[in-house]
Nanobody
Framework: QVQVVDSGGGLVRAGGSLRLSCAASGRTLRTYVMGWFRQAPGKEREFVCVISGSGDSTRYADSVKGRFSISRDIAKNSVYLQMNSLKPEDTAVYYC?????????????????WGQGTQVTVSS
């Protein structure tokens, strides 16, 4: 069993930055794929970015490319999402998620474990 805890959300003005953290416990993250998703009110959950178990591979949604950066610290069993140049449309609950393999990585329905979510609000 894997427990996932995400944190770091908050209120920030447009153009500002936030760093989200995701800590997993129960097993080593070394072989796990870790992704970030977000869900705004009234909208479906959407893919934000993902990182492979080794950290060698990443993928980003077009809407966040060049602004967001995902990284991981295997020793700490943690993944981070650095969000820069935030926009009001980035406002959502952000979720960290874990899956075993690098396939269907942008489909939230294929992830096995989820954090509780952390609210990010960007004011204009």
């Amino acid at each position: 069993q894997v427990q996932v805890v995400d944190s770091g959300g908050g209120l920030v003005r447009a153009g500002g930055s936030l760093r989200l953290s995701c800590a997993a416990s129960g097993r080593t993250l070394r072989t796990y794929v870790m992704g970030w998703f977000r869900q705004a009110p009234g909208k479906e959950r959407e893919f934000v970015c993902v990182i492979s178990g080794s950290g060698d591979s990443t993928r980003y949604a077009d809407s966040v490319k060049g602004r967001f950066s995902i990284s991981r610290d295997i020793a700490k069993n943690s993944v981070y999402l650095q969000m820069n140049s935030l926009k009001p449309e980035d406002t959502a609950v952000y979720y960290c998620a874990v899956r075993m393999t690098w396939s269907s990585i942008t489909n939230w329905r294929t992830y096995d474990y989820w954090g509780q979510g952390t609210q990010v609000t960007v004011s204009s």
